[in-house]
């Protein structure tokens, strides 16, 4: 039976996730009126599940918020069509998104108006590619994969790559490849932003050293799944939960060494019901593996005084 845990650091709320969990939490405490959210605020079920009970109200289309309402941007960033739909509304815009996504949003925008066709390496439908792809439309095309690299029309003008902030390093790192492969010329930007980047290498070093390694985080959130395959990749057994209630018992025969980590929006509390669950199966050591340390803070958006000013 289990006997250790490696706990991995760092894990668990980036500084992006952490500034948009604040502004709705600081807009909901403030505000007398219904508070709308474009889309998850963050990707997990209990943190959106949490705020829906608080009162906030999610939404898919901007046409779902009464006219004049207050509406809060998610952290993964926002079309320009969909920022124009809102004030076109009267809506009361408080924009969450990481300032790490904004930069991709104006390396994108910069990129089409100097005469760039933009290479956007990430995966369709992702709130994030949706929102950076919507900065150039005709100009952007998303690539996943080496295959998509090669399956591209040819086009005549210069060619600027960005990539979704929440991607595997690996497997990222193989498509840039392929880019450069083909496009010799091409002008690249890798960002991968620091949170990703510092969790998977934390997951690369415990479940080298693990029998098991399990991956808290939802299905919809992409730092959370890639971890999981970086994970499964050093051949280590890796499951992806949501919480201890989707833990399978019999995933800890035979495993004396458990590797736990959590994706960038998850909070911490969702991990201790499962160290004290393996505790009560024979667990006596929890040891940190400290890959990074993390001080990164990000300002609140400034909308916030307007939005006090005037709840």
């Known amino acids: 039976m289990p006997h250790t845990i490696l706990l991995a650091e760092p894990r668990g709320f980036c500084a992006g996730v952490v500034r948009a969990i604040n502004v709705l939490d600081q807009v909901l405490d403030e505000s007398t009126e219904p508070v709308y959210a474009f ?54 815009i408080i924009d969450a998104t990481c300032p790490l996504v904004t930069k991709v949003h104006l390396e994108t925008k910069k990129a089409a108006k100097d005469g760039y066709d933009v290479l956007l390496v990430g995966h369709e439908g992702h709130d ?75 997951v690369k070093v415990i479940a080298e050293r693990a029998d098991l390694v399990i991956v808290i985080g939802s299905q919809n959130s992409s730092n959370s799944v890639r971890l999981r395959e970086v994970a499964a990749a050093t051949g280590t057994p890796a499951y992806r939960v949501d919480g201890i209630e989707e833990i399978d018992p019999a995933w800890y025969e ?48 400034e909308e916030l005084d307007y939005s006090k000013a005037n709840a």
């Open 128 to 202: 994030e590619v949706e929102g950076t792809k919507g900065e150039a439309l005709d100009r952007t095309r998303v690539v996943d994969t080496p295959h998509d690299v090669q399956s591209l029309v040819e086009g005549n003008r210069p060619i600027f790559v960005v990539t979704q902030t929440t991607l595997s390093v690996d497997d990222t790192a193989a498509t840039i490849d392929a880019i450069r492969e083909r496009y010799p010329n091409a002008e690249v930007r890798n960002d991968i932003c620091y949170a990703t980047t510092n969790r998977q290498a934390a």
């Open 254 to 301: 035979g495993v004396g060494i458990v590797g736990l980590t959590a994706g960038a929006s998850v909070p911490d509390t969702l991990l201790q019901p499962i160290i004290d669950d393996l505790r009560t199966r024979g667990v006596t050591r929890v040891e940190p593996v400290i890959v990074a340390e993390e001080t990164i803070e990000f300002r609140m958006p």
């Open 39 to 92: 889309h998850e605020i963050v990707h997990n079920r209990y943190v959106v599940d949490d705020f829906r009970s608080r009162g906030a109200i999610f939404v898919e289309d901007v046409s779902e918020v009464p006219s004049g309402a207050r509406i809060v941007f998610s952290a993964h960033g926002i079309a320009p069509s969909v920022v124009q739909a809102a004030r076109d509304r009267g809506l009361r």
